[in-house]
């Protein structure tokens, strides 16, 4: 069965320090993985897909199908990204279906 | 604007008393699906449907209902709420068929059973 880890609930880092979300994946084929984000009040968005490899808003995060994990991470940590961050897995020519971790909440303190 | 539109955004209701959350998209999208989210246990799938009258249970559905007459739009109805069902709820749509497809998410509803 497909599983999503993320081990910290919480997440308090200082503003400028850098940051890592960690996700883990249980899935025997090969997965899509995505990070979305849901700031204050807001709904959730997308914040990157593994396929991208680009970075957003200074977030990346690198598949490493070894350890099967998905970790987002991001070198300086600013104060507006403090914000509730859910990793997700969808199976690869499947349905649409996301399977969502517990999700791990972020803040930032200046 | 692109966008999925739920309605209320807000419902206080008492046990029993059967109430329709309705969600609705702008982009043709082929997929909808509905979401609740509770503190600690983070977004479950309730139903999903992949089209027009095609709709299928996701992993907590008991006690909702769903159905979809038409694409935009994909109602959940809880016949008879319990305090249980208390919980946020988003619905979310996106196309159907490609890799990496984006889910698009409702602003959700809060909703307080008592």
């Known amino acids: 069965a497909q599983r999503v880890t993320q081990p910290e609930k919480l997440l308090s880092v200082f503003k400028g320090a850098p940051v890592e979300l960690k996700c883990n994946y249980s899935y025997s084929g090969s997965p899509e993985l995505f990070w979305y984000v849901q700031y204050s009040r807001q709904r959730l968005q997308l914040l990157l897909r593994?396929?991208s490899r680009e970075s957003i808003k200074g977030f990346t995060a690198d598949l490493n199908k070894g350890e099967t994990s998905f970790h987002l991470k991001k070198p300086f940590a600013q104060e507006e990204d403090s914000a509730m961050y859910y990793c997700a897995l969808r199976e690869r020519g499947g349905s649409e279906k996301l399977v969502f971790g517990k999700g791990t909440k972020l803040t930032v303190n200046p | 604007e692109a966008q999925v539109t739920q309605n209320p955004r807000y419902l206080i209701t008492v046990t029993g008393k059967k109430l329709t959350v309705t969600c609705s998209q702008n982009m043709n999208h082929e997929y909808m699906s509905w979401y609740r989210q509770d503190p600690g246990l983070g977004l479950r799938q309730i139903y999903y449907s992949m089209n027009v009258e095609v709709t299928d249970k996701g992993d907590v559905p008991e006690g909702y209902k769903v159905s979809r007459k038409e694409k935009r739009n994909f109602p959940l109805i809880l016949e008879s709420p319990s305090p249980n069902q208390t919980s946020l709820y988003f619905c979310?749509?996106?196309?159907?068929?490609?890799?990496?497809?984006?889910?698009?998410f409702g602003p959700g509803t809060r909703l307080t059973v008592l």
């Open positions: 979310a749509s996106s196309l159907q068929g490609r890799s990496y497809n984006e889910q698009f």
């Open positions: 593994h396929i």
